[in-house]
């Protein structure tokens, strides 16, 4: 059974940090890319940051852009999104999405709830 489960959302006040993680079971994790997206309350889901199935290549939203990191391991078949000096507007639930281009196909995982607030 495929699963991807995302951990480690929370309350944080700003400025402080977060370690989400997602960790994948049922398929070959090693070769799908990976991405975070998130979805504000009201607002479209949107991308925060993707990783390619190495982890050899990495990008991040402007909006995250040198506050956010997104690394893999490919052995413990987890990715995970470090999320540092955070603004209330980064308050949102947080999903993880696995990808093959070259298969067609695409996993999510359910979420995480991340909010900010002093």
């Known amino acids: 059974q495929v699963q991807l489960v995302e951990s480690g959302g929370g309350l944080v006040q700003p400025g402080g940090s977060l370690r989400l993680s997602c960790t994948a079971s049922?398929?070959?994790?090693?070769?799908?890319?990976m991405r975070w997206y998130r979805q504000a309350p009201g607002k479209e889901r949107e991308l925060v940051a993707g990783i390619s199935n190495t982890g050899g290549s990495t990008s991040v939203s402007d909006s995250v852009k040198g506050r956010f990191t997104i690394s893999r391991d490919n052995a413990k078949a987890t990715v995970y999104l470090q999320m540092n000096s955070l603004k209330p507007e980064d308050t949102a639930v947080y999903y993880c999405?696995?990808?093959?281009?070259?298969?067609?196909?695409?996993?999510w995982g359910k979420g995480t709830l991340v909010t900010v607030s002093a």
């Open positions: 999405r696995a990808h093959s281009f070259s298969l067609g196909i695409e996993y």
């Open positions: 049922g398929f070959t994790f090693s070769i799908y890319a």
